[in-house]
């Protein structure tokens, strides 16, 4: 699968290949892509996604909206139950719209101790359009977050996306270019 990264400026030439090689899943590193929306968080980790799947590494993508949902139907769920163990039992777990909402102190708690399991397990791939120094108010407990902090990014790459909206850049009109004529 090839994934188009020409637009993607954050990382060099380099660094991207060093990713693409996989190194940092063998010795279970974590990413952070942090930026606006729109920049290519989510591509670029579904491409390193996909790269680790094809060289036998097992991997769940799942949206921080649809993770809380299952931790906080795992006790009622079968469907949340296999499903959560399957996050749980994956080599790279990728987190998408980390910390887009603020979460109640139960869903924090549930969080903890899903990054507690993964922590020196797997490896974790988070994207979110917030820095790590506002989780805390989403958490919205101060010590969770720190504690959530602190495993994550013991051993983590954080990467800061900047360039401009690749949506917006390549966006298109519905209304046919015309020349306006008195």
């Known amino acids: 699968t090839e994934f188009d990264l020409s637009d993607q400026t954050s990382l060099s030439k380099r660094q991207l290949t060093q990713l693409q090689e996989l190194t940092w899943l063998e010795q279970q590193y974590n990413l952070i892509f942090l930026g606006p929306s729109g920049v290519g968080k989510t591509h670029l980790s579904i491409a390193l996604g996909m790269e680790a799947i094809q060289k036998g590494f097992q991997v769940t993508f799942v949206t921080m909206g649809e993770l809380l949902s299952l931790l906080k139907t795992e006790e009622f769920t079968r469907k949340s139950q296999v499903?959560?163990?399957?996050?749980?039992?994956?080599?790279?777990?990728?987190?998408?719209?980390?910390?887009?909402?603020?979460?109640?102190?139960?869903?924090?708690?549930?969080?903890?101790?899903?990054?507690?399991?993964?922590?020196?397990?797997?490896?974790?791939?988070?994207?979110?359009?917030?820095?790590?120094?506002?989780?805390?108010?989403?958490?919205?407990?101060?010590?969770?977050?720190?504690?959530?902090?602190?495993?994550?990014?013991?051993?983590?790459?954080?990467?800061?996306m900047n360039e401009a909206s690749y949506r917006m850049k390549h966006r298109q009109s519905m209304f046919v270019s015309e020349s306006v004529q008195n």
């Open 83 to 160: 499903q959560l163990n399957r996050i749980r039992a994956s080599d790279l777990v990728i987190i998408d719209d980390l910390m887009y909402m603020a979460m109640e102190q139960r869903e924090a708690t549930l969080f903890f101790h899903l990054i507690n399991h993964l922590y020196e397990r797997s490896s974790i791939i988070l994207t979110s359009n917030k820095s790590p120094d506002q989780w805390g108010e989403l958490l919205g407990d101060e010590g969770v977050a720190m504690a959530i902090l602190d495993r994550i990014l013991h051993r983590a790459e954080v990467v800061h």
